[in-house]
């Protein structure tokens, strides 16, 4: 005789003859704290989230992004295995790679592929599990090989790859590119539940199959709400930033070049690959007022944001399907924002009135609505009508409950 309760925070059980067993999920993803950027973030708070009701483990490789190495605390082993904040973590071992080499990005692609195979092989996985794409080639090997009718498999898809590659210019129309569509398409078809981070996703995913249930699951953060503060403007310039990844889709390098420095100014925090482009453009242009602060704790930079007026959220080219995850974690903390990238993003900072828009890859639009914004508007009446916002669209708890009752 089975039967299925659930204790006092909703954890559920199941009594199989007097055997107590505990429903498990597992979560397989090519990003996980200490990595940083918004990819391992929201696989962190989603598996957190996901404790109250089942054992949840997550299998990852060895922590080695943005860099490209095997964090230090990692290097020598080939796998790790922890239980952290009530998570189960197995972290294989991966060929660490940021080449720009092709050859070498694949194999570090199949390197982490072959590690699942094997970690496949060796320990029982759950009914049920939630996979992360892109990688496609990653989400292949799990939805190939986890495939089956007693097992619900979720595919929680951030970026449509490889429509995505082809926008930024990564890959190009060809044998490779067809291939991948491939996989994408196979993907979808095995996929019970595909979770979509926007609705162009879910269209993009229906126009391909029309089996498995969609779900909008946007990238909310689980943050605690700071208390505001009105801010004073220095030496009455308006105070931007930018905090983030330093790489080719953001366009950073480009974006110093070509704003109007004539309001502002401009603070940088992160790290990849512009990294030393920007610190090299501010040694030979140190009469202009930008700032390179480098990379930041995530619970440090939260208090650190806090000190500007203005965020800008830029894409060196608008890329389909995508909605940065900035918008909702810059939301909680009512930080109004510039938002310059084009897409679904554009909709939720006019619909929610987050901040301002400029025309997607139109520097001369960017500066026109850059100077148009005075200091008297950036106030503290502002900064909590965001953050008022945040509260009630953008609610991480309401959103799990609804990811709870699908899968």
Not at 199 to 204: F, G, K, S, T, V
Request: proline share 4%.
């Amino acid at each position: 005789m089975s039967l299925i309760y659930k204790n006092r925070f909703g954890k559920t059980y199941i009594n199989v003859n007097d055997k107590i067993f505990v429903k498990q999920l597992m979560i397989i993803t090519s990003y996980f704290p200490p990595e940083i950027g918004a990819a391992s973030n929201r696989i962190y708070h989603l598996a957190e989230g996901l404790t109250t009701t089942y054992d949840v483990t997550v299998v990852t490789p060895l922590p080695n992004y943005p860099t490209g190495k095997i964090f230090k605390d990692y290097k020598g082993t080939f796998s790790s295995k922890t239980k952290e904040n009530g998570i189960n973590i197995n972290r294989l071992w991966i060929y660490a790679s940021v080449s720009k080499n092709k050859f070498l990005r694949l194999l570090a692609m199949l390197s982490y592929s072959f590690s699942l195979i094997w970690f496949f092989m060796w320990h029982k996985i759950p009914n049920k599990v939630i996979v992360q794409s892109p990688p496609l080639l990653v989400s292949f090997t799990c939805m190939f090989f986890l495939r089956s009718k007693k097992r619900k498999l979720i595919l929680n898809v951030s970026d449509l790859w490889p429509s995505a590659g082809l926008e930024l210019g990564a890959l190009k129309e060809g044998f490779a590119y067809s291939m991948l569509k491939k996989l994408e398409a196979f993907n979808y078809k095995k996929a019970d539940v595909i979770l979509g981070q926007s609705n162009e996703i879910l269209a993009h995913v229906k126009s391909i199959s029309l089996k498995p249930q969609l779900l909008l699951y946007r990238n909310f953060p689980e943050i605690t709400y700071p208390n505001l503060n009105e801010k004073t403007l220095s030496n009455g310039k308006i105070k931007l930033v930018y905090a983030g990844l330093l790489g080719v889709a953001q366009g950073l390098y480009k974006l110093c070049n070509e704003i109007d420095y004539k309001s502002i100014e401009f603070h940088i925090y992160g790290s990849g690959a512009e990294e030393e482009a920007i610190k090299t453009l501010i040694e030979t242009k140190k009469e202009l007022p930008l700032y390179f602060h480098g990379r930041v704790k995530r619970e440090d930079l939260h208090n650190v944001l806090l000190n500007y007026d203005l965020t800008i959220i830029p894409l060196l080219n608008r890329i389909y399907g995508s909605v940065p995850s900035k918008i909702f974690e810059y939301a909680k903390l009512g930080l109004p924002m510039l938002y310059f990238g084009g897409g679904e993003g554009e909709d939720l900072i006019i619909n929610h009135k987050l901040g301002w828009i400029a025309k997607e890859s139109d520097y001369e639009d960017l500066n026109s609505v850059l100077n148009s914004i005075t200091k008297e508007e950036l106030n503290l009446d502002l900064n909590t009508a965001i953050q008022n916002t945040a509260r009630i669209h953008f609610d991480f708890k309401q959103q799990l409950e609804t990811l709870k009752n699908v899968i």
